[in-house]
């Protein structure tokens, strides 16, 4: 299947710092990737949509000043996890299709904040 | 919004079958998904059923019914590797993905 990474995989940061976690899609092309978090033992929540060359779509009680989403080309994305707090500890995950069926998860990354 | 109900947990001995529900209510449904998630790990794809019907993979199968906004995975020959938590989820024609709070299969010997 197609391969999505993920960098970096592990994070610990101070409160009060910023995180840039990125997101590549190695070997298609994805116009519009995802981004969702995850609390242990629960489900993915969807985040938002980023969308290459415009503006991220945010879902509902997503704060899009505090989780920036810059989608600057066809095979990477980033999110920045703005003045992280501890309650911003979770699972991050980003998603990318190659087609209208599947979409495929990177590895996810694991931040902790102090 | 979407919102799918799936069981919490399913245990079941090597060999064995398991049928893992997802029945779910929509605003908007193009597809059902179904991942599988190890401890620690990302989701991986294992099926989408867009259509009515029984989609087979291997020992895994997915089926669908639209009309009755229902579906389900089934887990063939369990193994203990198959130990994991199985989501189902919707997507909508803006290819989001809405998740089940999952299912934790285990697997015994």
């Known amino acids: 299947g197609a391969v999505v990474s993920q960098h970096p995989s592990r994070v610990i940061c101070k409160s009060g710092t910023s995180v840039k976690i990125e997101c590549r899609s190695l070997?298609?092309?994805?116009?519009?990737m995802f981004w969702y978090r995850q609390f242990p033992k629960k489900s993915l929540m969807l985040m938002a949509t980023?969308?290459?060359?415009?503006?991220?779509?945010?879902e509902q009680g997503v704060e899009k000043d505090k989780f920036l989403i810059n989608h600057a080309s066809l095979t990477l994305s980033t999110l920045t996890v703005t003045s992280a707090h501890p309650e911003d500890s979770s699972f991050y995950i980003c998603?990318?299709?190659?087609?209208?069926?599947?979409?495929?998860f990177g590895p996810g990354t694991r931040l902790l904040v102090l | 919004g979407q919102s799918l109900e799936q069981p919490s947990e399913v245990t079941a001995v090597e060999g064995a079958i398991v049928q893992i529900n997802c029945t779910y209510q929509?605003?908007?449904?193009?597809?059902l998904s179904w991942y599988q998630q190890h401890d620690g790990g990302a989701p991986t794809f294992l099926s989408y059923?867009?259509?009515?019907g029984l989609e087979e993979t291997g020992r895994f199968s997915s089926f669908l019914s639209r009309s009755d906004s229902y579906g389900y995975l089934l887990l063939q020959e369990l193994q203990m590797k198959d130990s994991a938590s199985y989501f189902c989820?919707?997507?909508?024609?803006?290819?989001?993905?809405?998740f089940g709070a999952g299912t934790t299969v285990t697997v015994r010997a």
């Open positions: 059923n867009a259509l009515d």
């Open positions: 980023s969308n290459e060359g415009s503006k991220a779509t945010y």
């Open positions: 989820a919707v997507r909508d024609r803006d290819y989001k993905l809405s």
């Open positions: 998603s990318a299709g190659q087609d209208i069926e599947t979409q495929y």
């Open positions: 929509t605003s908007g449904f193009y597809g």
């Open positions: 070997d298609f092309q994805a116009t519009t």
